[in-house]
């Protein structure tokens, strides 16, 4: 049996700079409605030879999701564009964007006039000596099951309890990420990465229309591998789908792809869908 | 039929102290899982005579709903009644406390030695011209349906995205509240209160295991209708219970006991049972 006990992650902690609102600060209004009610959006992005990959994506799915949430949307780009600039230029780095719906009082009812909070920060690429994408992780199930909200599914707004207490299932440091299932029973994603399983040469990913975040990577992928002529399914997926897979991989912005080796006692191989897809990331130069 | 399209609702968003963690500031640490995960709960309760009324309820709520959030309560009684000391004396006002997990960098996984933020906020009391209390208010039905999780049911807890959406379904001042079922279909609550009706003498309120927030003032009318020979039932109920209820009404901590006189082009009387429990809680001096 793989055994993964060695494996070690290096958090990261280390913010390297934070603008709010375009001005270098690490501090919050405590009446912020991000703070609040988690009225608010973010993004995590790769900064990879000083360029924010895939930041077109990530822009547009924060745009449509602030939408969704009446934050408006008004300069953001430029606003955001502006402060991107204002930063120290990395060679690599993890991008973080928190937009919420700004100050607001007491009371759920949406200001008329607020005006959003835009929150930037440069944290450290995190180093991962145990080369997840490489030899595949460990992973489990989670107990928890996300609940059905199709008026929230999709974003990467900022109520994330489910996945906090979803991450706090384990300790574990040799398990890297847990299975989440829908309170339909079908399969969900990762409580930090998006899920794909391979059988019979299809690559298929779960459906996201009541629960879940769709990655940028995740999309990313679904239209990389239709360009090059792998079929993808996006479809409910159950438990006994991803037992019987043949490759099964988690994907997010930052790790890209790590396949999985070993879900507790259910052992797979890394298969030549999961390293094809990893080597045109790599030709793209994400 | 009743009209209260000239009813006015002035609100409160002058803060009048606040506090983090026992100093006077008001600002917060952008990298708190309050903010990044609405990991964390809140309290509001209303100041009447100096006192925080219902205190022991409230602080109970908050180390249940901390401890099922893993957060840490240790001193966080001794903590929030050395800030109440702290803060001018109001004759009536309305204290917010909120609790987070605390600073915790990125990724969901709950840090082993986080230190939980406390805030504690003082608004003036509101004051509304159009006495709701006395006259009842006009209400509509929300479309959003709030989603079934268990594990966050019954808290009051900093993921409000399902009430920020239902509060904006409508604009009308006119309408006070907004009545939100669950995804079962069974009636859930207000946006901002729980919700009671009165069938043949029996006082009735929904069960809230799946979804919705346990008011302490839901809890504490529970109790005083049974001290008073009222009986009670926490159940199921359906829309058609509510259409034809004898009286219905909304509570929480701040507004006590609104009556319900108009939903959409449903009127309703205010009844004796309503008026009885108002009268308890004022002879309460709460």
């Not at 460990?138 to 199709?150: E, F, G, H, N, Y």
Request: overall charge negative; proline content about 4%.
């Amino acid at each position: 049996m793989y055994d993964c006990s060695e494996l070690h992650f290096i958090p990261m902690t280390d913010v390297i700079h934070q603008l709010v609102n375009g001005q270098t600060s690490k501090d919050l209004n405590i009446q912020d409605r991000g703070l609040s009610y988690g009225h608010g959006v973010f993004e995590t992005l790769k900064i990879s030879a000083g360029q924010a990959v895939l930041w077109r994506e990530h822009l547009d799915r924060l745009v449509t999701s602030c939408q969704r949430l009446k934050i408006s949307t008004d300069h953001l780009q430029t606003d955001l564009e502006s402060d991107l600039l204002k930063l120290p230029v990395q060679e690599q780095a993890v991008l973080k964007i928190i937009i919420t719906a700004g100050v607001g009082g007491r009371g759920y009812q949406v200001p008329e006039k607020a005006t959003p909070t835009r929150i930037v920060q440069i944290f450290p690429y995190p180093v991962y000596s145990d080369q997840p994408e490489q030899l595949g992780i460990k992973a489990r199930w989670c107990q928890i099951q996300l609940s059905s909200a199709p008026l929230l599914a999709g974003m990467k707004h900022l109520n994330r309890l489910e996945q906090v207490l979803a991450r706090s299932e384990w300790s574990d440091a040799s398990i890297k990420e847990g299975i989440v299932c829908g309170c339909d029973g079908f399969l969900a994603e990762g409580t930090m990465s998006n899920l794909f399983l391979i059988k019979n040469g299809v690559l298929k990913t779960p459906i996201l229309h009541s629960y879940g975040v769709e990655g940028i990577m995740r999309n990313y992928l679904l239209d990389l591998a239709k360009a090059n002529a792998i079929p993808v399914e996006v479809t409910q997926l159950t438990k006994a789908d991803l037992l019987s897979a043949d490759e099964v991989f988690f994907c997010n912005s930052l790790i890209e792809i790590w396949p999985l080796r070993q879900l507790e006692e259910h052992c797979f191989e890394i298969g030549p869908i999961t390293r094809k897809l990893q080597s045109l990331l790599k030709a793209e130069s994400l």
